[in-house]
């Protein structure tokens, strides 16, 4: 009897209207009914999508600091568990190509409002960097070609202050986001840096413990060919196939379709530095915005650096408005479905699930086919 009354009750609508179900003669989401809050559906329409050249990092919880011996002794990234929700991140360096969008919309459409002497001189790369970086070195032939011309299009800018990569993101979200109006469509959360604590988890890719984001314990395969672009031996720059930076897609990707994450440049990070930061942040989601510190946090080595830099827990510092031949930086976007997105990006245009992601590493990191020089070639 009580079954018969309940599907009586279902067939009248009232069990519906009763309890936050649809109504309405169309039966579509009305929020409203008879003065009572019913919508049990969002607005239709939303559905996040992986911007061109990111792809997705899942949310997880790991150990994040120190991988191997802290040679410095240091102390300042010692262990403890954290945990990150999930994100997008550009799969590789922001490059020069990409950057001069930026540069050209600003002298453009900004001239009024900025001003070409603080465009030039806050967000434009100084590219005197090639010469100021190093005593007596002759930097000339990159001062004059790396940022402006075509071959060097696919390798990451540098050059660029904290403060600007800060301002790219701004422009980029702006971009992004005025177009998406324009078609209809929802707001995307916006680009960001990463959080070191983001940046930390991505680059190990989703090996516990990594020192470096291929794995352990060494910076060379079983052929002797080096993983990433840094200073290899005792100063050989050269013998990792590139004697300054290399395209920013270069080298194998880590589990998570993510380029030069130790070496090639380092990569600011949107945390200020701070000697404690274990102390003082959160073990869910850390970050460190402090304003009044002008020191950011920089991490995974440069194509100038020892190996002890590319390490996945080796932190380090530079000032918000420092420009560097060596510091470049890449973008982060939150993912606001959680854990349920599966789908992966980059600028490849391919998706594909998480289970294959382990069977697929070797094919998806090859630089040849990114028009790089990859482990395979020099072997």
């Given at each position: 009897m009580v079954a018969a009354v309940v599907l009586l009750m279902q067939s009248c609508g009232f069990v519906k209207s009763k309890f936050g179900g649809r109504g309405g003669k169309d039966g579509g989401d009305v929020g409203v009914i008879n003065g009572e809050i019913t919508a049990d559906k969002g607005r239709k329409g939303w559905k996040q999508t992986t911007p061109y050249g990111m792809v997705l990092v899942p949310s997880g919880s790991f150990i994040m600091g120190q991988a191997d011996e802290d040679v410095a002794a240091t102390q300042i990234n010692m262990n403890r568990r954290v945990t990150i929700s999930s994100f997008y991140m550009d799969d590789t360096e922001v490059t020069n190509h990409e950057y001069r969008q930026y540069v050209n919309a600003l002298l453009t459409d900004s001239v009024s409002t900025i001003g070409e002497e603080e465009i030039m001189?806050?967000?434009?790369?100084?590219?005197?960097?090639?010469?100021?970086?190093?005593?007596?070195?002759?930097?000339?032939?990159?001062?004059?070609?790396?940022?402006?011309?075509?071959?060097?299009?696919?390798?990451?800018?540098?050059?660029?202050?904290?403060?600007?990569?800060?301002?790219?993101?701004?422009?980029?979200?702006?971009?992004?986001?005025?177009?998406?109006?324009?078609?209809?469509?929802?707001?995307?959360?916006?680009?960001?840096?990463p959080s070191e604590a983001e940046w930390e988890w991505a680059a190990r890719g989703g090996k516990q413990g990594a020192k470096y984001p291929w794995g352990n314990p060494y910076v060379a395969n079983g052929k002797g060919c080096y993983l990433a672009n840094f200073k290899p031996q005792r100063g050989n720059f050269d013998a990792d196939g590139y004697p300054y930076t290399a395209p920013a897609n270069a080298y194998n990707a880590n589990d998570y379709g993510l380029y030069n994450m130790a070496g090639n440049v380092a990569e600011w990070c949107r945390d200020a530095y701070a000697d404690n930061s274990n102390a003082i942040v959160w073990d869910m989601n850390?970050?460190?915005?402090?304003?009044?510190?002008?020191?950011?946090?920089?991490?995974?080595?440069?194509?100038?650096?020892?190996?002890?830099?590319?390490?996945?827990?080796?932190?380090?510092?530079?000032?918000?408005?420092?420009?560097?031949?060596?510091?470049?930086?890449?973008?982060?976007?939150?993912?606001?479905?959680?854990?349920?997105?599966?789908?992966?990006?980059?600028?490849?245009?391919?998706?594909?699930?998480?289970?294959?992601?382990?069977?697929?590493?070797?094919?998806?990191?090859?630089k040849s086919s990114r028009g790089g020089r990859g482990n395979n070639s020099k072997a």
């Open positions: 001189a806050k967000f434009y790369p100084d590219t005197a960097v090639w010469k100021n970086d190093f005593t007596y070195h002759n930097g000339d032939p990159m001062l004059e070609y790396y940022y402006g011309h075509p071959a060097f299009d696919t390798y990451p800018v540098v050059g660029v202050s904290w403060q600007a990569a800060q301002h790219f993101c701004s422009w980029r979200t702006n971009v992004y986001n005025d177009f998406r109006t324009k078609e209809g469509q929802f707001v995307s959360p916006r680009f960001r840096l850390p970050d460190n915005q402090n304003a009044d510190e002008p020191r950011k946090v920089v991490r995974g080595g440069s194509w100038k650096d020892i190996a002890y830099y590319l390490e996945t827990g080796t932190r380090y510092y530079e000032y918000e408005n420092a420009k560097r031949s060596y510091i470049g930086f890449r973008c982060v976007m939150d993912n606001l479905e959680g854990r349920t997105a599966s789908m992966r990006g980059g600028r490849s245009g391919g998706s594909r699930s998480k289970a294959t992601k382990a069977s697929s590493s070797s094919s998806r990191g090859s």
